[in-house]
T-cell receptor, first 115, second 112 residues
Framework: AQSVSQHNHHVILSEAASLELGCNYS??????LFWYVQYPGQHLQLLLK??????LVKGIKGFEAEFIKSKFSFNLRKPSVQWSDTAEYFC?????????????FGKGTKLSVKP | DGGITQSPKYLFRKEGQNVTLSCEQN?????MYWYRQDPGQGLRLIYY???????QKGDIAEGYSVSREKKESFPLTVTSAQKNPTAFYLC???????????FGPGTRLLVL
C-alpha cells in the first residue's frame, strides 16, 4: 500500500542546533511532495513543496528540503533552529501525475526547541 | 480577507447525537476536503469533493456524511454511527487543477 513514513515522532533540540526530519514514501512513479507545519494553536501551513526541477527546494523561514528519488525521500532541513520553530511537521505526498489523486500524510514529527 | 473558516472551534457531542461541522471558503476553489487528525496518527482523509454536487469517500468515511450544494461550503456531519468521534477535524481546499491544499483552523470535537 502507498504510505508516507516520518521516522521521528518527537525531536528535541536546543536553539541554534541543526535540524533534519526524515520523510520516506512508498511509490515508484511521479510524486508531488510537501512539508506542512502546525504551530501550537494555529492551523496547518504550507512550508514548502516540490513538483519538478531542482531537487533542493527552499521554503519559508529558512527551511529547505531535498528530494532524493533513488531513496524515495524528501527530508526537511534547517541549519539553525529557533525557539519559534517549535511545532509539529507533516510530510505529505501526492502519488501519481496530474491533478487527480489525494495527499497522503505522514504521522507527523513534533519538534521542541529549548531556548 | 480570503481563506477557509471552520466553525465552531470546539464542539461537544452527546451519545447518539449527530453533529455538523461547518467549512466555508472564499478562495473560489473547486475542490474541498475533510481530514481527521488524531495524536500520533497524522491526517486521514474522510471525504473530498472536486466539484459542486459531487463527493467521494476517503480512507475513513464510515460514520460520516457530507454535502456540497454550494462551491463555498462543504459541511461534515459526524453521525451516531461514528463510535470514536473525538478528534481534531480539518477542512482544506484547492483549485481543481492544482495539488496544493490550504487548510482551515480546525474544529475539535469532544464527546460528553
Amino acid at each position: 500500500a502507498q504510505s508516507v513514513s516520518q521516522h521521528n515522532h518527537h525531536v528535541i533540540l536546543s536553539e541554534a542546533a541543526s535540524l533534519e526530519l526524515g520523510c520516506n514514501y512508498s511509490y515508484g512513479g511521479t510524486v508531488n511532495l510537501f512539508w506542512y507545519v502546525q504551530y501550537p494553536g494555529q492551523h496547518l501551513q504550507l512550508l514548502l513543496k516540490y513538483f519538478s526541477g531542482d531537487p533542493l527546494v527552499k521554503g519559508i523561514k529558512g527551511f529547505e528540503a531535498e528530494f532524493i528519488k533513488s531513496k524515495f525521500s524528501f527530508n526537511l532541513r534547517k541549519p539553525s533552529v529557533q525557539w519559534s520553530d517549535t511545532a509539529e511537521y507533516f510530510c505529505a505526498v501526492k502519488m501519481g501525475g496530474g491533478s487527480q489523486g489525494n495527499l497522503i500524510f505522514g504521522k507527523g514529527t513534533k519538534l521542541s526547541v529549548k531556548p | 480577507d480570503g481563506g477557509i473558516t471552520q466553525s465552531p472551534k470546539y464542539l461537544f457531542r452527546k451519545e447518539g447525537q449527530n453533529v455538523t461541522l461547518s467549512c466555508e471558503q472564499n478562495l473560489n476553489h473547486d475542490a474541498m476536503y475533510w481530514y481527521r487528525q488524531d495524536p500520533g496518527q497524522g491526517l486521514r482523509l474522510i471525504y473530498y469533493s472536486q466539484i459542486v454536487n459531487d463527493f467521494q469517500k476517503g480512507d475513513i468515511a464510515e460514520g460520516y456524511s457530507v454535502s456540497r450544494e454550494k462551491k463555498e461550503s462543504f459541511p461534515l456531519t459526524v453521525t451516531s454511527a461514528q463510535k470514536n468521534p473525538t478528534a481534531f477535524y480539518l477542512c482544506a481546499s484547492s483549485t481543481r487543477t492544482a495539488v496544493t491544499q490550504y487548510f482551515g483552523p480546525g474544529t475539535r470535537l469532544l464527546v460528553l
